[in-house]
């Protein structure tokens, strides 16, 4: 079965540092998401992204995140300078359509970013 | 979005029957109904939805109330795997909007051999 691939699983990385996540959704996939869960707390979304541009995106997506789609493959998330509260494990979500067909999001199974 | 109400916790036996239950009582007509199950160390993983009648696949099946306030995620017989964190979400149909999940708390699923 297709699935959704993040790299790196687990990145570690000094406060003001730029990060960036990666992820390889299901390849016929149009829609593709990034939440995070710091730990112990709960799955929240970040930012929705379709025909090569942001379709929704949260409070928590401020100015120093950004997502890019660079080739036909990869879609990455951008964390420009990491702050200790960006620690938790992201992850990367895909689905075949969005909107109105209520097509499932397939998961990666997750970054973990620690922040130092 | 509709406000989620879900046990906790559950306990359930191996290779018994459990269900699920979740309160949705803001629910607008148009929400489907989603389950979500998150595994230890994983991402979250599709389970099942539905709108109005009750569902069945491979994984579970969904039983959906009547008036749609309520619904039943049913594992017919839990294993070992089933072990997680299930999460029910409704999530608005809008044409050409994007569908964001909003995750609540869940209830945290242990199963004993």
């Known amino acids: 079965e297709p699935e959704v691939t993040q790299t790196p699983s687990h990145q570690v990385t000094q406060m003001g540092q730029e990060v960036i996540l990666r992820c390889v959704p299901i390849s016929n996939h149009l829609y593709f998401y990034w939440y995070r869960q710091i730990l112990g707390q709960k799955v929240e979304f970040l930012v929705s992204?379709?025909?090569?541009?942001?379709?929704?995106k949260s409070e928590i997506f401020d100015d120093q995140f950004s997502v890019e789609r660079p080739d036909g493959s990869n879609f990455t998330l951008k964390i420009r300078s990491t702050k200790l509260e960006d620690s938790a494990m992201y992850f990367c979500?895909?689905?075949?359509?969005?909107?109105?067909?209520?097509?499932?999001?397939?998961f990666g199974d997750g970054t973990r970013l620690s922040i130092l | 979005d509709a406000k989620t109400t879900q046990p906790n916790s559950m306990e359930s036996n191996e290779e018994e029957p459990v269900h699920l239950p979740c309160n949705h009582s803001?629910?607008?007509?148009?929400?489907?109904i989603h389950w979500y199950r998150q595994l230890p160390s994983q991402g979250p993983e599709y389970v099942i939805h539905g709108l109005t009648s009750n569902v069945n696949n491979r994984m579970a099946s969904l039983a959906i109330a009547e008036d749609r306030k309520s619904s039943t995620l049913i594992l017919h017989r839990a294993t070992l795997r089933d072990a997680a964190v299930y999460y029910c979400i409704p999530l608005g149909s809008y044409g050409g909007a994007t569908n964001k999940l909003i995750f609540g708390t869940g209830t945290l699923l242990a199963v004993q051999p």
């Open positions: 803001t629910i607008s007509g148009t929400d489907y």
């Open positions: 992204f379709y025909n090569n541009e942001i379709s929704e």
């Open positions: 979500a895909s689905s075949e359509w969005g909107g109105i067909d209520n097509q499932p999001q397939h």
